[in-house]
C-alpha cells in the first residue's frame, strides 16, 4: 500500500472517495483499535469539495485553479498519512474494510522463490599490486532467473606456483557472498606471485545454491 495509485485523479471522484473513506474510518475505528480521522481532515474535504465545484463554473479564474490545487495537496497528504499510519500494517482492518475504502487489498501469499538456474562466471582484472578483481557476468546461452540468481557465492583461494591445481570447489576455503557486479579480491605481500583460484555460483534469496561454475585462476601481481 506504499503506491498512491489508490487515489483517484480526478477531484470530483478524489473528494468522493475521501467522504467514503473518512466516513467508515469514523465508524470503524474503535473497532481497529486507532484513532479516529480528525475534524480538520473532515471540514478540509468539505473545504475542497467547494473549490472544486467553483472550479467547474464558467466563472473560475487561474488563481480559483491554484487554490483549489494547493487545498487538495494538503488534503492528499493528510489522507495519506493516515492510510499509511493508521490503516496499511494494522491487522485489525480487513481485507473486507480495505474494498469498502478502496484501497489495495494486502497479498499475504508469499511470492515464491524457485532455485538458481544457469552458470556464472567472471573475467578476472588487476586493478593495482597485489589485488584481482572479478567482473561477474552470467554465462551466454544457459537459462537465466532474475529473482532465483539473487546473488553470487564465491569460493577462492591462493596456492603456490608449484603446487598442482585444485580440482574441487572444496579445496578453496574462502567464501563470500555478493550481489555486485565488480568484486575486489586483495592479498597480503607475500601470496604475491601465487596462484588465486575462484568459483561461483548463483543463489537465490532463501540459500539454495546453483550449479558451481568452472575453476578459473590468475596470477596475482
Not at 18 to 34: P, T
Request: charged share 25%; with cysteine.
Amino acid at each position: 500500500m506504499s503506491n498512491s495509485s489508490y487515489i483517484p485523479r480526478n477531484d470530483v471522484a478524489f473528494c468522493l472517495w475521501a467522504n467514503k473513506l473518512l466516513a467508515y474510518a469514523s465508524a470503524n475505528c474503535e473497532r481497529w483499535g486507532v484513532h479516529a480521522p480528525t475534524a480538520e481532515m473532515v471540514s478540509g474535504v468539505e473545504d475542497l469539495a467547494a473549490k472544486v465545484e467553483k472550479c467547474q463554473q464558467p466563472t473560475r479564474s487561474a488563481v480559483d485553479t491554484t487554490i483549489k490545487n494547493d487545498a487538495r495537496k494538503v488534503v492528499e497528504k493528510g489522507l495519506r498519512d493516515y492510510v499509511q499510519g493508521v490503516l496499511a500494517r494494522n491487522v485489525k482492518v480487513t481485507n473486507e474494510d480495505r474494498k469498502m475504502m478502496a484501497l489495495p487489498i494486502r497479498d499475504t501469499t508469499p511470492t515464491p522463490v524457485g532455485d538458481p538456474v544457469g552458470l556464472v562466471t567472471a573475467s578476472i582484472k588487476y586493478p593495482n599490486e597485489g589485488a584481482l578483481e572479478l567482473n561477474i557476468k552470467h554465462v551466454d546461452g544457459s537459462p537465466f532467473d532474475k529473482r532465483a540468481n539473487y546473488g553470487v557465492k564465491i569460493r577462492s583461494g591462493v596456492f603456490p606456483m608449484d603446487e598442482p591445481s585444485p580440482n574441487e570447489v572444496i579445496m578453496l576455503t574462502e567464501s563470500r557472498f555478493t550481489r555486485r557486479k565488480k568484486e575486489l579480491f586483495t592479498f597480503d605481500k607475500q601470496d604475491r606471485k601465487k596462484i588465486a583460484y575462484f568459483c561461483m555460483r548463483y543463489e537465490n534469496s532463501k540459500g539454495k545454491a546453483g550449479q558451481w561454475s568452472s575453476i578459473i585462476s590468475a596470477v596475482i601481481p
